[in-house]
Nanobody, 123 residues
Framework: VQLQASGGGLVQAGGSLRLSCAAS????????MGWFRQAPGKERDFVAG????????YYADSVKGRFTISRDNAKNTVHLQMISLKPEDTAIYYC?????????????????WGQGTLITVSS
């Protein structure tokens, strides 16, 4: 499956953004999906995840209550709605897919990655 992330940009602290990830080349509903982010000089961290059917979602503690992951299997897309953004949310955000697997937090278990989209939150 190929993944294409979009929706990043520059936003002021307290603002909102919605990321989208479009999938192609596979049966989208067969994939657990995740969002990860990597800030400059830091490792890639888990942000949010969603099971193949959308019934279960998972979040990093740092984004709980502010970020919402969702998916539309009919449109082969996964979204990350972000509100109350903080400067520490600044990073490159990546969508990732895991084929026929249970949800996991580790980026090592996701075989397919989008190209990343940059979010910069100014204070």
């Amino acid at each position: 499956v190929q993944l294409q992330a979009s929706g990043g940009g520059l936003v002021q602290a307290g603002g909102s953004l919605r990321l989208s990830c479009a999938a192609s080349g596979g049966t989208f509903s067969s994939y657990t999906m995740g969002w990860f982010r990597q800030a400059p000089g830091k490792e890639r961290d888990f942000v949010a995840g969603i099971t193949w059917n959308g019934l279960n979602t998972y979040y990093a503690d740092s984004v709980k209550g502010r970020f919402t992951i969702s998916r539309d299997n009919a449109k082969n897309t996964v979204h990350l709605q972000m509100i109350s953004l903080k400067p520490e949310d600044t990073a490159i955000y990546y969508c990732a897919a895991r084929y026929y697997g249970a949800f996991v937090y580790s980026s090592n278990d996701y075989a397919y990655w989008g190209q990343g989209t940059l979010i910069t939150v100014s204070s």
